[in-house]
T-cell receptor
Framework: DAKTTQPNSMESNEEEPVHLPCNHS???????IHWYRQLPSQGPEYVIH???SNVNNRMASLAIAEDRKSSTLILHRATLRDAAVYYC?????????????FGTGTLLAVQP | EPEVTQTPSHQVTQMGQEVILRCVPI?????FYWYRQILGQKVEFLVS????????KSEIFDDQFSVERPDGSNFTLKIRSTKLEDSAMYFC?????????????FGPGTRLTVL
């Protein structure tokens, strides 16, 4: 599976936008970019996914670079509840597996 | 909204004892998973299960581990003889399909403490 690189931690202020970057320079043409997050003491939770075009849902937006070697998860107005570890995960058609491979993610702290 | 549930939330056991962790996946889902997370470490895949068979397992999932879907709703992870290093959070997950766009829904986890 292609590797992703994320900053270890980021800080944001409440009600401000947050841009969480992810580098995936070895992404293949059929790899989808998924984001999950893990709130404190909880299981991981799906956030959003995309292939080439930018995507929006009720939780966040995903901006994908034109060359697909990087992407950014955007939380438009961070709340205290958004404090979590955010994982950028690639999922592709190349193998038979459907497991999720988690990295260390980005720990987002949200200040009131 | 449907959710994955897990019981117990916390299990304490003595080394060498057998434990069974229970999960109720989302009702129309067909694919089931177990992951674990040792304190302060990454979430690690253990096993995936479909159609009453293991479809994939990791190196961690050795002969001490087994999974079962004993009825139409439960999905269990059994550790036959627990070791200290099995202490971790264990997460069950389920998905409707196995495609690259299928979301996996995770339960809240069972904290296993082996003494």
């Amino acid at each position: 599976d292609a590797k992703t690189t994320q900053p270890n931690s980021m800080e944001s202020n409440e009600e401000e936008p947050v841009h969480l970057p992810c580098n995936h320079s070895t992404i293949s043409g059929t790899d989808y970019i998924h984001w999950y997050r893990q709130l404190p003491s909880q299981g991981p939770e799906y956030v959003i996914h995309g292939l080439t075009s930018n995507v929006n849902n009720r939780m966040a937006s995903l901006a994908i670079a034109e060359d697909r070697k990087s992407s950014t998860l955007i939380l438009h107005r961070a709340t205290l509840r958004d404090a979590a570890v955010y994982y950028c995960i690639l999922r592709g058609y190349g193998g038979a597996t459907n497991k999720l491979i988690f990295g260390t993610g980005t720990l987002l702290a949200v200040q009131p | 909204e449907p959710e994955v549930t897990q019981t117990p939330s916390h299990q304490v056991t003595q080394m060498g004892q057998e434990v069974i962790l229970r999960c109720v996946p989302i009702s129309n889902h067909l694919y089931f998973y177990w992951y674990r997370q040792i304190l302060g470490q990454k979430v690690e895949f253990l096993v995936s299960f479909y159609n009453n068979e293991i479809s994939e397992k990791s190196e961690i999932f050795d002969d001490q581990f087994s999974v079962e879907r004993p009825d139409g709703s439960n999905f269990t992870l059994k550790i036959r003889s627990t070791k200290l290093e099995d202490s971790a959070m264990y997460f069950c997950a389920s998905s409707e399909g196995q495609g690259v766009t299928d979301t996996q829904y995770f339960g809240p986890g069972t904290r296993l403490t082996v003494l």
